[in-house]
């Protein structure tokens, strides 16, 4: 990912923003709550969802409210409070004052990596947006495992491909325990006669030629002739081999750029 295409995804991360409606969001195990009655403040109270998604409210007694949406919860309390002849017609106001049942993990190259809430309807994007954008060190893909019905599934997503093209259709959305994981940039290495040693993010199709330009050139004692690639297979085991400037570069290669003798 070049600094320019960089820049472009912070801004589209910044711009997307969140915007799930609160109304959506499902309630679920140790989420905080903060429930009034309108007229009524004896009825008032904070209080957490149990285990088993429920509560406890005063008048009507144990409340299922896991797996519902803020808007079903509030009128499943006011129905109760309806059949129960303790009021006419409540208006049943909740608040998620702290959200720990819907959260995804966002790991990698991003800048506040963590725990997320899921407050309603929240895409890849969004929630990357959540956690400050990717790093400069970032990949341009992401993983991401989705769990669903008890099954993992992996899928890798090409932000950049995406920004380009515009086509959102790998804009997922997130659901509890998802996990979205920031690759880290592919490197490749150089030293030797080069202006500037050490190591480098690797370009897409990148050749040799390409890396001795990012490298600075060569230096005044420096050849292009019996340059080396020192590569690592499968199995670990490196191999190393003549380099010619069309040789395209893969990750972690080690580029020696070796002294002229004339």
Do not use: C
């Not at 790991?107 to 963590?114: D, E, H, S, Y």
């Not at 040799?208 to 060569?218: A, C, D, K, P, Y």
């Amino acid at each position: 990912m070049t600094k320019i295409m960089m820049a472009i995804l912070v801004l589209v991360l910044g711009l997307w923003g969140v915007s799930a409606s609160a109304e959506d969001t499902q309630l679920g195990p140790s989420d905080v709550l903060k429930i009034s009655v309108y007229g009524n403040p004896d009825l008032s109270l904070e209080t957490r969802v149990s285990q088993t998604g429920s509560i406890t409210f005063p008048l009507v007694g144990e409340v299922k409210v896991g797996g519902l949406a803020i808007a079903d919860a509030e009128k499943k309390i006011a129905g109760l409070l309806v059949s129960g002849g303790f009021v006419l017609k409540p208006q049943v106001n909740i608040l998620v004052t702290s959200q720990n049942s819907q959260l995804v993990s966002v790991l990698g190259q991003v800048a506040k990596p963590g725990r997320y809430p899921i407050d309603g309807k929240h895409s890849l994007i969004d929630i990357l947006a959540l956690a400050g954008g990717v790093m400069p060190d970032g990949g341009d893909t992401v993983l991401l495992i989705r769990n669903r019905n008890g099954h993992s599934k992996k899928e890798v997503v090409n932000l950049v491909d995406m920004v380009r093209s515009g086509d959102l259709k790998m804009d997922l959305d997130l659901k509890t325990d998802d996990v979205v994981f920031v690759e880290r940039a592919p490197k490749f290495y150089i030293y030797g006669e080069v202006q500037k040693p050490g190591s480098y993010r690797l370009e897409p199709n990148m050749t040799v030629q390409q890396v001795l330009s990012v490298g600075g050139g060569l230096t005044a004692r420096g050849t292009e002739r019996g340059m080396r690639i020192k590569r690592r297979d499968a199995d670990g085991k490196v191999h190393e081999f003549k380099a010619k400037e069309e040789d395209l570069v893969q990750t972690n290669d080690v580029i020696q750029v070796q002294e002229s003798w004339f």
